[in-house]
């Protein structure tokens, strides 16, 4: 990370063969020109973002609704190296709420932007996940293969890696900060929990996780210990059930698709209709007029074609909402039945798979 790698251009913004013919800092914006003359904001280098920070004094590092590991850990490490504030849209999950228990994190919920001078918002890809937070002047760092919220920031630093906690270790390792024990715990559990204990790591998820074990002083034992104390949640392992119970199960060729519904939990069902043999799982849950859809795949249909970040995000604007997330695992908020969305779901996921052989 010795060297500077300076800009990655935000994909499809700037025309084949262009070059960049000046860079200005305008406010806090950092803005590219391509050869027309058309501004572009920057995707930069951990580097860059380090330089950046420190034209910031009183920093929120804002992470989203129903926050998980890698958001908690990712804004909480960011703020003991830079200073500042954990906020979080909402609420914590499970496991999340746990890690802030143990590690004893201050966190601020549903906090107002317009409070400090500068948001970082990490691992949030769309504005839904944020509820009605109004944001100022901010950046992003995420780790989506869709995200939405580079549109508005100011600048942002996105990888497609297992979990924004591997870029956020990037970081602290380019500004040669020390790495505390609780940050390097938080920031394991974030990289655990969002590669699904390693099972869509990269070779990225496996570095980051050595350097927090050389640098931090832990071991990986003592992050399975802190994940391994998580309260058990009797509610949702029964909903889990309930839901599978009822499922409705579709054969498309040699693909199995799972949908349910639930009233809440539906992450948690989606993620266990695939473990339990669907290739494809949508889990809707509708309230007030708003339906939200969870989806998991299976890695052979995202070998096939299946994107579910992209395809929640596309069937999201259909029904005036907003949608997203990573090929595997997506999510998605709208409005409209669950009846009609997850019907949607099923027909788009079908003419991708229809006829299209696993093997």
Not at 45 to 60: G, K, S, W
Not at 92 to 102: I, T, Y
Not at 336 to 348: D, I, K, N, T, Y
């Amino acid at each position: 990370m010795g060297a500077r790698c300076g800009v990655i251009c935000k994909p499809n913004t700037v025309p084949k063969h262009s070059y960049l013919l000046h860079k200005t800092y305008s406010g806090s914006h950092i803005i590219l020109f391509n050869s027309d003359r058309i501004p572009y904001i920057m995707n930069i280098d951990e580097i860059t973002f380090y330089d950046q920070m420190l034209n910031y004094q009183n920093v929120l590092f804002l992470g989203h609704r129903n926050a998980d590991p890698d958001a908690i850990s990712s804004a909480f490490a960011l703020a003991e190296s830079f200073g500042g504030t954990v906020g979080v849209a909402d609420y914590c999950g499970r496991v999340a709420s746990m890690l802030v228990d143990q590690l004893e994190i201050e966190v601020v919920y549903a906090p107002n932007p317009s409070d400090y001078d500068f948001t970082v918002v990490v691992d949030t890809s769309t504005q839904s996940q944020l509820n009605d937070l109004v944001l100022g002047d901010y950046c992003v760092i995420d780790h989506h293969s869709v995200s939405q919220l580079i549109d508005g920031a100011s600048f942002y630093l996105h990888r497609l890696v297992g979990s924004t906690a591997e870029i956020v270790v990037n970081i602290l390792k380019c500004m040669n900060a020390p790495i505390r024990e609780r940050t390097a715990l938080a920031l394991m559990t974030g990289i655990i929990t969002d590669t699904g204990h390693f099972k869509h790591a990269t070779t990225g998820s496996f570095r980051a996780i050595a350097d927090l074990i050389d640098l931090g002083g832990v071991s990986y034992s003592e992050a399975l210990d802190l994940l391994a104390s998580t309260p058990q949640d009797i509610s949702m392992r029964t909903t889990v059930l309930e839901s599978a119970n009822r499922a409705n199960i579709l054969k498309v060729d040699d693909w199995i698709f799972a949908i349910s519904e639930s009233d809440s939990f539906g992450a948690a069902v989606a993620t266990a209709l695939t473990n339990i043999g669907a290739d494809i799982s949508f889990v809707g849950t509708a309230r007030d007029g708003i339906t939200k859809v969870s989806g998991r795949a299976k890695r052979d249909a995202i070998r096939c074609g299946i994107n579910l970040g992209e395809m929640m995000r596309d069937i999201g604007l259909e029904y005036h909402g907003s949608g997203g997330g990573h090929a595997g695992a997506a999510g998605m908020e709208v409005v409209g039945s669950s009846e009609a969305v997850l019907s949607r779901c099923v027909e788009e996921s079908n003419s991708i798979l229809k006829g299209v052989s696993r093997n």
